[in-house]
């Protein structure tokens, strides 16, 4: 069985979509600062976002390892347990970042403004959801999850800043 990343570089379709708008790119997975977890597990960036964002996979293993993510500003989270989760995350709901209440009004406001923006964002997100062979949840239920993972198992999760020695603010509280 092929790797999702993997999948994702060999399929065109899926790679312009988690571009944009999901701003996820495997080409860009140094982070800008030297950090570390708090609990010394492994730590590797793995793709980032065109703002400087990092996505991180945490401790040993393969794709099914936590993700944190760290903005380019101080902030980190855990968002998804495992590339799947994430990117189910990036297809249904590329304005997560932009979510501070995770209520299905704040959803479905962002979610009409990128709408505006690209009519066909469904079919393309569908698209490549199909060839990554991954199934979709609903909004409601992923950004659910985004939360619980976040607030729940994320707080185990501290990165740090290594040259100072100090945590990075939680983006999910």
């Known amino acids: 069985m092929r790797s999702l990343i993997t999948a994702v570089r060999e399929n065109e379709a899926a790679a312009r979509f988690l571009a944009w708008p999901g701003d996820f790119d495997l080409?860009?997975?140094d982070h800008v600062e030297e950090v570390h977890l708090a609990s010394g597990a492994a730590l590797e960036g793995?793709?980032?976002d065109g703002a400087g964002g990092t996505y991180f996979f945490?401790?040993?293993g393969g794709e099914e390892r936590p993700v944190l993510y760290a903005d380019s500003e101080g902030g980190a989270a855990l968002v998804a347990i495992g590339l799947p989760e994430l990117l189910r995350l990036l297809l249904v709901a590329p304005w997560w970042r932009d979510c501070r209440e995770f209520t299905a009004e704040e959803s479905a406001e962002l979610a009409a403004?990128?709408?505006e923006d690209m009519p066909e964002l469904p079919a393309?997100?569908?698209g490549a959801a199909?060839?990554?062979a991954?199934?979709?949840p609903s909004e409601g239920d992923v950004l659910?999850?985004?939360r619980e993972v976040a607030t729940g198992v994320g707080r185990d999760y501290v990165l740090i800043f290594t040259p100072e020695n100090g945590p990075y603010d939680p983006l999910i509280r």
């Open 46 to 48: 793995f793709a980032g």
């Open 144 to 146: 659910a999850r985004l």
């Open 130 to 132: 199909a060839a990554l």
């Open 27 to 29: 080409d860009r997975g």
């Open 124 to 126: 393309e997100r569908d």
């Open 58 to 60: 945490c401790g040993e």
């Open 134 to 136: 991954l199934d979709l």
């Open 113 to 115: 403004e990128y709408l």
